[in-house]
């Protein structure tokens, strides 16, 4: 292509400062960037490690109650995207701390919310009258526009019914947040009462359609949302045993499972697709990238993330509770000595159901 000689520049500079009053600016000078030749995400990889991020939690615990604060949350912001409480151009992560007798008070909003438990045991997260007890490794779901409130009712530890303790919990948030925001279509209501009424026995939701079964009458209670709002770890984590001992490992992800609507076979919110892993000690994985940027939760072990971020490769040493984010299209390789386990979380179904999702096995 020839440049243009200093006169015509010139012209087009006019031209472009006099339509510039109605609004107008010409495509041509942006036309490369708003169709990019691949995606070149403004955000960058990130690790938050727990160590480093525990004792800000601590301090937040005593700084703010958890009824003060509505949600005690440290948000996981993409350093790229600061001020934007944006781990992505999508997706929302904070970490959220809970006190042994404290509530955090019922409100219902537009953007779904997962919850996936980090450390510390025997808080509740109630939604539309029933109440899930967490214990570390378990992924709860509040479905778009369900009252939810959290609670931690503090028993002592030798509370003769099982495994609550009297210890802080502390869980991962993840919500598409952004992407609400990117539509405008965010609506929110705080409750009537601080903790919501309990219509239903804690189990229900899993009684009722976590057995390949659902209600002939009734089987979406939360439309596009999985009915079953607590995949408990222990779960989880037979399932990729089980795998384990019947599939061949993969030479990118390890043993990966994506968590599933049982209603559906799809994701379990229609914005955020889930997904739990293990690689096996010695893994050394080969490099793939997708559209859809994810955020990593260590569940178990240490590893390595190595990712081809804009301004190079970076390598993330992560350990059990670390968080690090993967931005989109960037190409990433997982190795572990000791093995672990990493839950995740994308806006994969979004991509999916535009039919835009992309995913590439490297090497
Ligand atoms: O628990 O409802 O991290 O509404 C951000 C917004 C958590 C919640 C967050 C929320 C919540």
Redesign the pocket.
Known sequence: MTTPGPDLQARRQQLYRDMSPLNLTPLWEVLHALVPPQPASPCVPALWRYEQVKPFLQRAGAAITAEEAV?R?LILENPALRGQSAVTQSL?A?L?LILPGEV?PS?R?TQS?LRFIVEGSGAYTAVDGERTTMHPGDFII?PSWTW?D?GHPGRAPSDPHGNEVDEPVVWL?G?DIPMIRFFDAGFAENGSVKSQALTRPEGTSFARYGHNMAPVRGDAPFGATSPVFSYPYARSREALHQLERSAPLDPWDGFKLRYVNPATGGSPMPTMATFMQHLPAGFAGKAWRQTDGAVYSVVEGRGIAYIEGPAGPVRFDFEARDHFVVPSWQAVRLQSDTGCVLFSFSDRPVHLALGIHKEERIS
């Open positions: 949600r949350v929302y904070g959220q955090a409100h909003h919310a509040t939810h959290h948030d919500l």
